[in-house]
């Protein structure tokens, strides 16, 4: 071989090495990003149980207290009742529908512990399944807006 051939295929494979090396940094940083998305989500999940006790309070305080409201306001109250329920619903299917999807991220526990490769199949899951992940969160907000905005409309 001759030392132009050398060079060259010496250049070839220190880019590479660069791409992979810039790759698997991306990769490692994405990795640790993953703990903050738990935290959030854990911060989500919180808030969704207190806006849903909320909604449980307000329900049993308001269940024998309406007989100084005329029937038109007792028909409107009820019908609130009744989107909050159903929004609640809607918001436990998805509910359901994210913990599905955080198992299948999270993978099989290993018998031995997690390994290094963990992480990396882990993140790799994760990426496959942003984007119906970002749905859910998102929808997850919506029900938690509309919550909010019955839950106000109700105790005016």
């Known amino acids: 071989m ?3 051939s050398i060079v060259v295929g010496s ?6 090495c660069a791409r992979l090396v810039k790759y698997l940094r991306e990769f ?11 935290k959030d ?3 989500h999940l ?10 449980n309070d307000a329900f049993g305080s308001k269940v ?3 007989p100084d409201k005329t029937e038109t306001d007792n028909s409107q109250v009820q019908q609130l009742w009744e989107n909050a329920s159903n929004v609640l619903h809607d918001c436990r299917c998805k ?12 993978g099989k526990a290993r018998p031995r512990g997690p390994s290094k490769l963990d992480g990396f199949k882990k993140q790799l899951r994760r990426q496959a399944k942003e984007e119906e992940y970002r749905s859910i969160r998102s929808d997850l907000d919506n029900f938690l807006q509309l ?10």
């Open 2 to 4: 001759d030392p132009f």
């Open 11 to 16: 250049v070839g494979v220190i880019d590479v």
């Open 46 to 55: 919180d808030t969704v149980a207190l806006i849903v006790k909320s909604i």
């Open 41 to 43: 989500l854990l911060h």
């Open 28 to 38: 490692e940083k994405a990795i640790a990003e993953i703990d903050q998305d738990i």
């Open 95 to 106: 509910m359901e529908s994210l913990e599905v999807l955080v198992k299948e991220i999270k």
């Open 147 to 156: 919550l909010q905005t019955i839950l106000q409309i109700i105790d005016l």
């Open 64 to 66: 024998g207290r309406v």
